[in-house]
């Protein structure tokens, strides 16, 4: 838990909540904190873990970082693969799939800080308002609306401080709705009604800054249409585990993919815990079906990280080891091959 992106106090909370619930369920649990100044493959050697829940959210935690790390130590760990964590936390690519594999998502572009200059010619006619998001982040951080040229400017500066690439997406009149997914299997959806009317950060962590409706207040065959769209979504990337997909119902029959979080938040306001308490899952049973999933995705050979060169001696310069390493191979070349041994 923890980590380096701007998430990190929402992962510790995940962390910390997950962490009693498992212990509860009589797990030894080691709390890891990620971004501490410790070095991250160090305290999990020293921890001894047969397992690791992921509560990490955001950049270097839910991007494949630590995913990859993982997969070297041999430890087998809760959520997607590396591939699909990064895919997913990569809005421009997770988009490009969605495209790829005919998932509808909100039109959009691309814009960097050069952009600015001749923001109107890279705008065009793509029209107000819009949606404007960091490439990279996660929990709504540094999204903003914008009504018009001097709004857009603004807010693609306050997405650049977060990430050198931003999106800016077509704003959607619709109801926005959560399908949360565990193992491929739905566990059912849950309508977010901010009253700000924007799901931003603040309204995601602020207790009554946002209410939430389960069943959303949609047709029953507009809810399976958006659960059989989450599904397609979360097949695109690849994901597996515990998944939580955001989505558009709109009034015209129309549905849109906006992103597939991969590790999402499990602090007593998250989304994902209210979807599975609405079916009958309580939070703790809930944590104990996120941990039974837990895998390694690479199929990478055991101790794969110890198959390196041995650390070279201090002492010894690279010139020295290079040279003797020559020797070596020539002993070895110049040797008669005996029958039976290769």
């Not at 970082?65 to 690519?93: F, I, N």
């Not at 979080?261 to 899952?281: D, Q, R, V, Y």
């Amino acid at each position: 838990m923890g980590g380096v992106s701007a998430e990190r106090d929402v992962s510790l909370r995940t962390g910390e909540g997950v962490a009693k619930a498992l212990e509860e369920n009589g797990h030894d649990v080691a709390r890891i904190t990620f971004g501490s100044g410790d070095s991250l493959p160090d305290l999990i050697r020293l921890a001894r873990i047969d397992v690791a829940f992921l509560a990490l959210h955001g950049r270097g935690g839910e991007d494949g970082c630590v995913q990859g790390l993982l997969e070297l130590l041999g430890v087998p760990y809760t959520g997607s693969s590396v591939l699909a964590s990064a895919l997913a936390m990569d809005k421009l690519k997770a988009k490009e799939m969605f495209r790829l594999h005919n998932v509808p998502t909100p039109p959009y572009y691309v814009a960097r800080e050069e952009d600015l200059a001749d923001l109107e010619d890279v705008h065009g006619s793509f029209g107000f308002p819009v949606i404007v998001k960091p490439r990279g982040e996660g929990s709504s951080v540094g999204v903003s609306k914008a009504g018009d040229m001097g709004e857009l400017a603004k807010a693609i500066e306050e997405a650049l401080r977060h990430d050198a690439c931003v999106l800016v997406e077509r704003y959607i009149v619709a109801s926005e709705v959560h399908v949360g997914i565990l193992d491929g299997r739905v566990l059912g959806a849950i309508e977010v009604v901010p009253k700000s009317g924007l799901y931003d950060y603040h309204a995601k962590y602020t207790p009554g800054a946002t209410e939430y409706i389960s069943p959303p207040r949609i047709p029953a065959t507009r809810v399976r249409g958006a659960m059989m769209l989450a599904e397609r979504a979360t097949r695109a990337l690849g994901c597996t585990g515990a998944c939580r997909v955001d989505l558009l119902v709109t009034p015209g029959e129309n549905e849109y993919v906006l992103e597939v979080n991969t590790l999402p938040g499990m602090t007593p306001t998250s989304l994902l815990p209210k979807i599975a308490a609405a079916g009958g899952m309580d939070y703790g049973v809930l944590c104990e079906t996120i941990l039974e999933s837990a895998t390694l995705h690479a199929k990478l050979p055991k101790n794969a990280a110890e198959r390196g060169p041995k650390p070279r001696p201090s002492h010894v310069s690279v010139h020295e080891v290079d040279a003797s390493e020559r020797r070596r191979r020539m002993d070895e070349e110049s040797e008669p091959l005996k029958t039976g041994t290769r």
